[in-house]
């Protein structure tokens, strides 16, 4: 089956998700994005690569954080952005994602950063989009999220050098997160030789042990001598849900404090997608202590949104 | 009557409505709007004749699509584009739409590009405003939507040439429609011969014969030999109204299929200002079929609306 | 204790509130932005003065109004501004608001623009932003609205001059006005020598006289020989609340009014912070008087709002 993210001479043409993205694609990746990190330093925060390109945030659900990393990231690069939250308008009217979608593209949009509350939502839209379009995932159900999960790789790169050595723990709610996947993904395309998930039973999607993790259930065993713990977030719905018993009791139990933090390697890094769940997930000593790199991850999302947006502009044609 | 559209060199000042507009006029936007055509086109869709110009979406109802076609043929003459949704924000505090007008055009506005659910709106602001500002009609309550009027009779104009020998039919809710009356306006000042209204009598304003146009009831009779068929959108409140039976019924009855379509000349053009209802006004297989120019449309429009700000910012004042 | 708002070496490094402003500094921010007066009156208006620069309008309570003021005024310095409504996105996802503005500060923010409904919210944030960081205060609760104090003193300078020989009353409801407490320091600052606050009881903060303002319960005592008379908006809650009898009956108290006004001194000018009541605070033959400088303070308003980012972009590092 032919990979839609890839043009048949292998330039990423769409980013949907980092299933099946060669090791080599994630690797320039990152490589693009080292290389636009001074950008987001200067005095005056602009490239021109992405001048007269017209870029919609098409956001049919909601998210501040998400949209405002994209729109930040094109408008360093002198895109045109235009911001369209769908929820409230165009579709309430009834018109089909395709028709809005089609309706863009007659406009000579260049790109759709697209978020949708269902998963193969920024597929479906890729595959029917013109060629000359390229679309970015940017959140589809519990499904994917890959320029989170690129950001991740690259910060874990960023602290660790290589992929080969290293052993990662993903803690949390496994079940309704979209970055786990790309995350698991990534981490075993760029080698790890060792990626396991934490977990109480009722957060961990059944078969979770096909993607080649180990899994856990008891927290101090889970990360024991790892070197980068990943924090899920905790949804708030989930909290009082049936899959678990308390937002107090799941702090205890899958919470990372300091005392448990003990167990992973002394230089072991702390990861989290944000926005955090303080004293849920992850308790503050730990969130602003010395080994996380939470805040970094945030500065690292916007070059390899800028880096992925470079790509897709400029080489999905040639 | 003065006319409040046009200086008294002639020169377009606001665009507020069809009616009235001299063919002259309407030519010169129509071969504006030409010249802007290959902006969308080019690598770089960007030209420098609205930079440092102040442009605010002032939208009293919401329409994303209207908006951001609005926002995003101001950016590419690099405007500065400000969005207002009024409806939340201003009118809740109590202040009237002049003091609202009175404040941006003390921030120096350049344009009001004026969305509002009341018939008039956009005339009365502009009765009001500065004389160095223009305003743009983007719809008005049931009264008139002039740049979508334009960007049909500009891909009229693409796909058939010439007005003079046309047969023209206007099919669907022509009562509601604030778009049909700036079409009838438009056709009948370009020197459209026969422009025909197709529609059950419940969905016809009375004395619409009055405007030059043929009657009809039955859809095939009124499309037949037709050289161009615009479609009306039915908005779905109408659907479950006292005028109608029911969608179905009136998909059975005006909705526009492959075998209706058949009665009008091989090479008729199918329109339809969006956003569609599939399946209601229009069947899929014609709506997606060889004879449809609904995606060109909205290419056009944007084309006509960098072409109407160009002259309005331009021309208003000599 | 050290002014959070100014380096060291005396420069501004965010502007939270006028109380406490040096009035050199004060002076220097007027003088400042006389000279951008002509910025909103060239043909493009438009300087490169924060070119590069990623300005966040981060809104926790919504005003349509403010915060187009300052995204026109960033605009034509050519920043990059980034709306951001947070009432409805991260809150509600749970994440606290140094969490939002960590998050925010790692994309390489240069400048928030805060709105917050809870006195306080913008020296909390400028408490805990990175040195390189600009906070300008945009409203919070009943506490400081510095922007618009300062617009107020520039209108002031512009119509009389020099402060030392006015007589300026205040009037309305100060009780709950975040700007009156802002005009009332700035006035004084700058050596206005009769500052008058006139209102009903219920309307006046406990030890507003401590301010170093006369205090008046009736109108036309309270305006006399005034030179400048500041009306404040009257909110809609106050209105039927047990502070107040009735609107009608407030207008009839403590309304501007033609007959009111010539009770000030014949040169007299009125100003508001808009949005007014109109036939609440103010009567619309004064509103639109030739004595009103309402506009003008809209104006002003743009011209002053880039001063202080420039002031803060430029100058609080070195």
Redesign the interface.
Known sequence: MVDPQLTPQGKLRHLLTLDGLPAATLRQILDTAESFMDV???????VPLL????IFNLFFE????TR??F??AA??MSA?V?N???A???QT????IL??V???????ADMFIVRHGQSGAAHFIARHVAPHISVINAGDGRHAHPTQGLLDMFTIRRYKGAFQHLRVAIVGDVLHSRVARSQISALTTLGVPEVRVVAPKTLLPPGVEQLGVQIHYDMSEGIRDCDVIIMLRLQ?ERMKGARLPSAQEYFKQYGLTAAKLAHAKPDAIVMHP?????GVEIDSEVADGPQSVI?????Y??AVRMAVMAMLAGGGGD
Chains 1, 2, 3 share one sequence.
């Open positions: 987001g330093e200067r005095d005056v925060k602009k001048r007269g390109k017209s909601p998210s501040t954080r405002t990393t729109e930040i408008k360093r045109d235009v369209l939250n769908i409230t308008s165009s009217k009834g018109e089909t028709d809005t089609a309706n863009l593209t007659a406009m000579h708030n944000g926005p955090m769940n303080r805040l970094p991850q945030v500065t999302g916007i």
